[in-house]
T-cell receptor, first 113, second 112 residues
């Protein structure tokens, strides 16, 4: 069965370190998204991609970057982790023109100490 | 900018009863999609129901139905015959150009 996976599921890192969260989907979807979830804010869009070599900034992109070298993967990098980036991160994918439904990964809980 | 408002941070319902979760949104577009997602304690985001704005008929999925009022920009979720497994956070979301904007969520408690 097709799926979307994230790794690691939990991570603790120190302030100032570079961190990369992985997202891999086997749906063969062109669209991929990264969200963060914080209490009182719901889910907010960080970055998104409509296809290979395409990346775009979302609502809360400062301090984050993504790259899209193939259809299956959209890694999220925190260049210099800050305590404000402690959050739960969700990756999602969707098939263009198919009702805009997004399929979500299980989430990564990141703690920056 | 598109915004989504869920005015009920928490709701509770008795098992087997009906509950309605509210959602309003703001947009100047005429063609878009609306969603309700469920997030149980496992944290997994699960699609509950989807509504296409150009369709006047309200979407229904088994015990879940929506009341879509396009002119009022309102999109409420009705859960009938509530079950213990319905207990979760529920998020309303608006989609335009494939991107989702979420409300802050409503925590639903189901009492036995």
């Amino acid at each position: 069965d097709a799926e979307i996976t994230q790794s690691p599921r939990h991570k603790i890192t120190e302030t100032g370190r570079q961190v990369t969260l992985a997202c891999h989907q086997t749906w063969n979807h062109n669209n991929m998204f990264w969200y963060r979830q914080d209490l009182g804010h719901g889910l907010r869009l960080i970055h998104y991609s409509y296809g290979v070599q395409d990346t775009n900034k979302g609502e809360v992109s400062d301090g984050y970057s993504v790259s899209r070298s193939n259809t299956e993967d959209l890694p999220l990098t925190l260049e210099s982790a800050a305590s404000s980036q402690t959050s739960v991160y969700f990756c999602a994918s969707s098939d263009p023109g198919k009702g805009e439904e997004q399929y979500f990964g299980p989430g990564t809980r990141l703690t920056v100490t | 900018a598109q915004t989504v408002t869920q005015s009920q941070p928490e709701m509770s319902v008795q098992e087997a009863e009906t509950v309605t979760l509210s959602c309003t949104y703001d947009t100047s577009e005429s063609d878009y999609y609306l969603f309700w997602y469920k997030q149980p304690p496992s944290r997994q985001m699960i699609l509950v129901i989807r509504q296409e704005a150009y369709k006047q008929q309200n979407a229904t999925e088994n015990r879940f139905s929506v009341n879509f009022q396009k002119a009022a920009k309102s999109f409420s979720l009705k859960i009938s015959d509530s079950q213990l497994g319905d207990a979760a956070m529920y998020f309303c979301a608006y989609s335009l150009s494939e991107k989702l904007v979420f409300g802050k969520g409503t925590k639903l408690t189901v009492n036995p």
